[in-house]
Structures are given as structure tokens and as C-alpha cells.
């Protein structure tokens, strides 16, 4: 779980200067175009506005791709012990869709535990996100009032 802690950071870390780099690069290419008074809108939008739409656009999809390319240079460096964590990995996985609810049962009031597992990273937060489970279960099959009253 460790191992597969520190490739989540990697993917997080490098998010901020990827999302930085496409909003830089972007800036700097779309933002100096020369406007002229007269050009006519393009799609019904000023120029100016297209402009810096499209480059919060470029800083977006660097954000999406930060993860990516954290969990690329992660391989890269851990190459011997990625075999390893992809099996660990997809007996987690399964483990994980064993144990999740069913997600079509959520309302406002009972919100779904976290589906993915996506936050667990040690053995004592998984024994509480299955707890966390059991008592979703518990309060979509029998109502919540029934839980309260224990």
C-alpha cells in the first residue's frame, strides 16, 4: 500500500506543474495575438474572451493529464517493483468490488462512502472504509431512522 501510495502522489505532485507549463505556454502563445478593432467576432464571442477561454482550457487539460505523467515517470523509476504493485493492485480491486455497495442506492441525505477506494492507503483505513461500507448497507436496507435508534 505504501508503494502504491507514493505512485498517487507522484500523479498528484506533478499535476501543479503540468497544469502551470499548459497555462504558461498557452498564455503565451494565445494571449499575444493581435486583436484588431474590426475583426469581426468569432463564434458571436470577442476575440479577447475566445482567447483566454482557450488558454483556462490548455491549464484544464494539463491538470487532466498530470496524473498521467506522474504515474509514467513513477513506472519509469520503480521498474522492478511494478509488476509487483499491479498484481497487489488487482487483488485490491478486487477486493474492493466485492465489498462496495451498490452506488444506485444514494441519496442526499446518505451519501456513498468513498467507491473507488481511491483514499485508502494503509491497512487500517481499508477496515474502516469496509465498515464505512457495512453501514451504508445497513442504512439503505433497513432505513435510516431504524440505524439511528440502535
Keep these: 500500500l505504501s508503494l502504491r501510495r507514493t505512485r498517487r502522489l507522484a ?7 503540468t497544469t502551470l507549463l499548459s497555462l504558461a505556454s498557452s498564455g503565451a502563445v494565445l494571449l499575444t495575438q493581435p486583436v484588431d478593432p474590426t475583426t ?10 475566445l482567447y483566454a477561454a482557450a488558454t483556462l482550457a490548455c ?3 494539463g491538470y487532466l493529464v498530470g496524473p498521467s505523467i506522474g504515474t509514467f515517470f513513477w513506472n519509469v523509476v520503480h ?21 462496495r455497495v451498490d452506488p444506485s442506492r ?10 473507488y477506494g481511491e483514499k485508502i492507503a494503509s491497512i ?11 453501514a451504508f448497507r445497513r442504512k439503505t436496507s433497513h432505513g435510516v431512522r431504524d440505524d439511528l435508534t440502535q
Design 40 to 49: 469581426p467576432p468569432m463564434l458571436g464571442i470577442d476575440p479577447v474572451y
Design 11 to 17: 500523479g498528484v505532485l506533478t499535476t501543479i506543474p
Design 106 to 115: 444514494q441519496t442526499m441525505q446518505n451519501r456513498l462512502p468513498d467507491f
Design 59 to 61: 491549464g484544464g487539460l
Design 79 to 99: 521498474k522492478r517493483d511494478r509488476k509487483n504493485v499491479e498484481a497487489m493492485d488487482s487483488v485490491f480491486w478486487s477486493k474492493i468490488e466485492r465489498n
Design 124 to 134: 487500517p483505513q481499508y477496515r474502516q472504509w469496509l465498515r464505512d461500507q457495512a
